[in-house]
């Protein structure tokens, strides 16, 4: 409130004379405290408490995270594409195309050239079912089309990857936000006092830059990663086990049988599909081929069957459609 104090009146002039401001009113610095207490003591315990909810908040994602489930189930029971889905949502059609590849049901270009027999089945990811029904009856073969066409399989095994505790899930999540709380609660608290520092016009400096450390380290303290621990000891497991299928060792995906391609595919990304088969990566339209080096070349080499010459992007094609039909037994697509 404006004190204003009426010292005297004078009937000379006509008016009255009046003390401008009292101290308080016009210096806003000896207004009150806000809430009784100084700025500097505020932030002291302000900063402490912070980096108590800080402590605290880290023990517990550090434990969240690290947390596993007891479960029975084996690695080596993980799917081509369940794999993939441990890296991102995209991986998995990648793996499913080249499974396909491998399994010899699609030629260079995309196309189905055989039905799978029941022992395919038996091996077949249900993402790879799901691109062989769009390719048998769409000419669209684009990365873009058929991550569409595999959406619904994708999402289904999301879902059945979370329940089994390979993918952070809903239950997780709900477990960092809640132990974050004492930081949600010091963020309230810091706003509320901003607003009323304010409004008596406080200087409120450090406060807001206390306000945007501690905003900053709430929201890194609730953000999910995309594994749980034991998605994360699958992941580097299996890779561990695959890493003779790295597209820069040029393996013969044929000799390894055909689910070699789509393990390689899942872990290692689009440069598998471009030393697989070339022709089938460009008839696809799948963006990175950084493995293969030269564009083809010898990482399509299946051994004697398939001879190409190294390092020839040309040689690539070539070793890439004569896979569809001379190189049967698995031959370059495997």
């Excluded at 994602?61 to 596993?68: E, K, M, S």
């Excluded at 299996?238 to 820069?248: A, E, F, G, I, K």
């Excluded at 471009?274 to 696809?284: F, I, R, V, Y």
Aim: proline share 5%.
């Amino acid at each position: 409130a404006i004190l204003v104090v009426i010292d005297s009146f004078d009937d000379s002039r006509g008016g009255i004379a009046m003390v401008p401001w009292t101290a308080a009113a016009a210096n806003p610095a000896a207004a009150p405290d806000t809430w009784g207490i100084s700025g500097p003591t505020f932030l002291t315990f302000y900063a402490i408490a912070a980096l108590l909810a800080f402590g605290f908040t880290l023990a517990r994602r550090i434990a969240i995270l690290g947390h596993t489930e007891p479960s029975t189930e084996s690695v080596s029971s993980l799917r081509p594409s369940e794999i993939a889905m441990l890296v991102d949502d995209k991986r998995p059609v990648l793996a499913g195309l080249a499974q396909l590849r491998g399994y010899q049901l699609i030629d260079s270009t995309g196309r189905p050239v055989r039905q799978p027999t029941d022992a395919d089945q038996r091996w077949l990811d249900t993402v790879s079912n799901a691109l062989f029904r769009h390719l048998l009856g769409s000419e669209q073969r684009s990365m873009t089309d058929l991550r569409a066409a595999g959406i619904l399989s994708v999402a289904r095994m999301r879902a059945d990857l979370t329940e089994r505790g390979y993918l952070f899930g809903p239950k997780q999540r709900k477990a960092l936000y809640l132990a974050a709380l004492p930081m949600d609660a010091l963020l309230i608290l810091g706003i509320v006092r901003l607003i009323a520092g304010m409004s008596a016009h406080h200087k409120v400096g450090f406060l807001v830059l206390a306000l945007i450390v501690l905003l900053v380290a709430t929201g890194f303290m609730i953000r999910s990663p995309r594994l749980t621990q034991r998605g994360r000891d699958a992941l580097d497991s299996v890779r561990s086990q695959h890493l003779h299928l790295r597209p820069n060792n040029a393996p013969s995906y044929g000799s390894y049988g055909p689910n070699s391609a789509a393990f390689a595919a899942a872990l290692f990304g689009a440069g598998v599909l471009w030393s697989l088969d070339p022709a089938l990566a460009q008839a696809t339209a799948v963006v990175g081929g950084g493995y293969g080096g030269s564009g083809g070349g010898d990482s399509c080499s299946t051994g004697s069957s398939c001879s190409t010459s190294s390092g020839d992007s040309g040689g690539g094609s070539s070793c890439g459609s004569s896979c569809g039909s001379g190189c049967g037994g698995g031959g370059c697509g495997g």
